[in-house]
């Protein structure tokens, strides 16, 4: 108990002191996971959209796989893409290990699955229902996908939200391949998982609650505009 | 054992127009079957341009499939729908559905008659002053910056209609699309109907009111599980149905 309270201490001390080093991290978090969310649903989304739509050989298995790809295990994530990454990988040449940009790179591959598959599910269920409709305007699936996704943002918000989840709170690719280092690419878990391992177990706990308090409020601020719309829009 | 039925002018069919009209649309032995059960039975039917027909029938007769058959939404289990017209974006371009429960998208009323026209490849300005004109024949103009999703029942049907009406469609086809209105609703969507029809519309409308198949029918198709048991002038119809299952439905009798 003595260490919660402890923690609760620590986090709110660092809240209020705006520890520069901390602010760093917070915002390099935020830059990173929010980045890869981004590309992670400019790919997800049409990805899904196009599945829960088009007939291919093969697509029960895609869905199957795309189901299966959202329980991605991040350390086997962070190494593939480590591999590709290092030096002697097949994009060496670019120089992008330890950077930020090899973590937008990984959390985009962990979060790609999950908008993809919850936006399949979503966009198949609206097109039951306007499919009809749609293709006696003369809007096929391809160009129903425009009007289907934009029906759909409010529930899609959600799933994007979920992306955010899981990208803001993985380690494990990202500590392999941004390395959690000092000033360039250390995140707010990857911090936290350093703390435990030097024995600063209050710090570490500090710093988890101001990670929760983060994620919290990114959830919040999407929650309340989406209701604001959904008012307005029905 | 279906009755094939080819009315008004059938020789006009054996050289199918080359025109550049729409109708005529035959339909030829068209048989739709789902999970083992032939829904559609041997239907065949010529509609030529013109009149208002009314699909009559008791619930489970097949008068929706029928049209969703016509229309290009369904594909028959064996028959063929053959138009006038050869190329198939065009004939697609060229008809409209309003369906019972209207699908609107979740944007403003007038965004929703402009999306079909934008399907179309009209230019903004032509498809904005057909918003406009659309949305003041329906009586609509006063909720065109509205959400469609948040009109009452009454109105977005008639927005339904008013969508369909911006394309100017040959062809018009309704699925008994005032059966969940009340009274001044349907005979908003009624006065719609009529005006779509005075302005060249080709109108095909499904519906089990009988009421309303008096109302607005030049003729009356009867059909009655899965097939096509006439074709009549709606007059003769009324008076003196062909069919004993139509007697027998106008008398509200029909058991089945």
Do not use: C
């Amino acid at each position: 108990m003595h260490d919660l309270a402890l923690a609760f201490i620590t986090a709110v001390q660092l809240l209020l002191s705006f520890d520069p080093a901390l602010v760093e991290i917070v915002l390099l978090s935020l830059r990173v996971s929010l980045t890869a969310v981004g590309l992670a649903a400019l790919i997800g989304l049409p990805i899904g959209a196009a599945v829960a739509l088009f007939r291919f050989p093969g697509r029960g298995a895609l869905i199957v796989l795309l189901n299966a790809l959202m329980g991605l295990p991040p350390v086997v994530v962070g190494l593939v893409v480590y591999l590709f990454l290092s030096r002697s990988g097949p994009l060496g040449v670019f120089g992008l290990l330890f950077t930020p940009t090899a973590m937008v790179i990984a959390q985009s591959i962990l979060v790609t699955p999950i908008i993809a598959a919850l936006t399949r599910q979503v966009v198949e269920d609206l097109w039951a229902e306007y499919s009809e409709q749609l293709r006696s305007l003369g809007a096929g699936p391809m160009r129903a996908v425009p009007a289907l996704l934009h029906d759909a943002r409010f529930t899609l918000v959600t799933a994007v939200l979920a992306g955010f989840g899981r990208a803001s709170a993985e380690v494990g690719a990202v500590m392999i391949v941004g390395g959690n280092i000092d000033h360039v690419t250390r995140m707010m878990t990857t911090a936290i998982a350093l703390e435990v391992s030097k024995g600063d177990l209050a710090l570490a706990l500090g710093l988890g609650i101001v990670l929760i308090v983060l994620s919290l409020s990114v959830n919040a601020a999407t929650y309340i505009v989406k209701q604001r719309a959904e008012r307005r829009w029905a | 054992m279906g009755v094939s039925i080819a009315m008004n002018a059938p020789d006009a069919l054996a050289a199918p127009a080359s025109g550049d009209g729409l109708l005529p649309v035959r339909a030829d032995g068209l048989v739709f079957e789902a999970h083992g059960k032939r829904l559609i039975d041997d239907v065949s039917v010529v509609l030529q341009p013109g009149p208002r027909t009314v699909v009559l029938g008791p619930n489970g007769a097949g008068k929706s499939l029928l049209l969703r058959l016509l229309h290009g939404l369904i594909k028959p289990t064996v028959g063929s729908v053959t138009w006038a017209l050869g190329n198939a974006d065009d004939v697609r371009n060229r008809q409209a559905m309003v369906f019972q429960k209207p699908v609107l998208l979740r944007r403003s009323s007038a965004a929703n008659v402009e999306y079909g026209l934008r399907l179309r490849g009209m230019p903004h300005a032509e498809r904005v002053e057909r918003v406009a004109e659309v949305l003041h024949r329906t009586g609509l103009r006063r909720f065109s910056d509205q959400p469609a999703r948040l009109l009452s029942g009454g109105e977005q049907q008639k927005l339904a209609l008013a969508r369909a009406w911006a394309l100017k469609p040959d062809l018009l086809f309704l699925d008994e699309p005032t059966a969940s209105l009340d009274p001044a609703a349907i005979a908003a969507v009624e006065d719609i109907v009529q005006a779509m029809h005075a302005d060249g519309t080709r109108i095909v409308m499904v519906t089990h009111d009988v009421g309303q198949a008096r109302r607005l029918a030049d003729e009356v198709m009867f059909m009655h599980k899965g097939r096509l048991l006439e074709k009549t002038p709606a007059a003769t119809f009324f008076q003196a149905p062909e069919s004993g299952e139509a007697a027998a439905f106008l008398r509200g009798e029909l058991r089945w």
